[in-house]
């Protein structure tokens, strides 16, 4: 965990906050329903993360954080807004070989294909989603169906390249291999998307960032 609370260039998508006593119980004196107010009682109590999401840009001092509930909570998807002030400290999602013993027995030995082939192009990948919050949590996040959800730091344009053929490389059906490309200034963009971007099939691409989403067409203009 990274203690950097408070400052503006450590929100970023997939970052994990954990907030300290006092805010968790300013959180919990909140007008929850009974199955939001239990989910956060437990995240509170087993001092559980909670991921950044998308930032309004007239929020001021507060921050918005997001728990995706698991099934015991109805899998509901929890908002949480706190001031900067709030925030212990930030932490990542776990890499792709934390969440091996989760995986079908088939699919174990391409993640671990995948997990070489990325290293050796200088890259690694985090898994959110329900296989990362499972790991995270301990409580059952994975459902049949789930994907596998990882997201991966990339240089540059050309890096990006290069573990997107490494992302499509893996065979393995199921868990279907999904998740996002993270470029240095925080932009994400979905790697399947990418892949078809570059091979000229779509002529834009959705990125993501902290405060929304726009279609850029110029791969120049993204990779700076």
């Known amino acids: 965990m990274t203690a950097r609370s408070g400052t503006v260039e450590a929100l970023r998508r997939h970052r994990l906050v954990r907030l300290t006593r006092e805010s968790w119980a300013t959180v919990l004196a909140r007008p929850w329903d ?33 728990l995706p509930a ?21 932490a990542e999602f776990p890499g792709l070989g934390e969440v091996l013993p989760l995986l079908p027995e088939p699919a174990r030995a391409a993640a671990c294909e995948l997990q070489a082939g990325l290293a050796a192009c200088g890259a690694s990948a985090r898994v959110y989603g329900s296989y990362g919050w499972q790991v995270l949590s301990g409580l059952d996040h994975v459902r049949p169906g789930s994907d596998l959800d990882v997201w991966v730091q990339v240089e ?27 470029f240095p200034d925080g932009s994400a963009v979905a790697w399947r998307e ?30 700076a």
């Open 156 to 182: 540059d344009a050309a890096h990006a390249d290069e573990v997107a053929h490494r992302l499509r490389g893996h065979a393995v059906e199921q868990p279907r291999l999904d998740g996002e490309l993270m």
């Open 194 to 223: 990418w892949s078809g971007w570059r091979a000229a099939r779509t002529r834009a691409v959705m990125v993501k960032r902290l405060t929304g989403a726009m279609l850029w067409h110029d791969v120049a203009a993204l990779a």
């Open 34 to 66: 009974a199955p939001a107010r239990d989910c956060l009682a437990h995240w509170a109590a087993h001092a559980l993360p909670l991921v950044v999401t998308r930032q309004s840009p007239g929020a001021g001092d507060l921050i918005a954080l997001g």
């Open 70 to 90: 698991p099934t015991r909570w109805e899998r509901r998807r929890i908002a949480v807004h706190v001031p900067r002030c709030s925030l212990l400290g930030f």
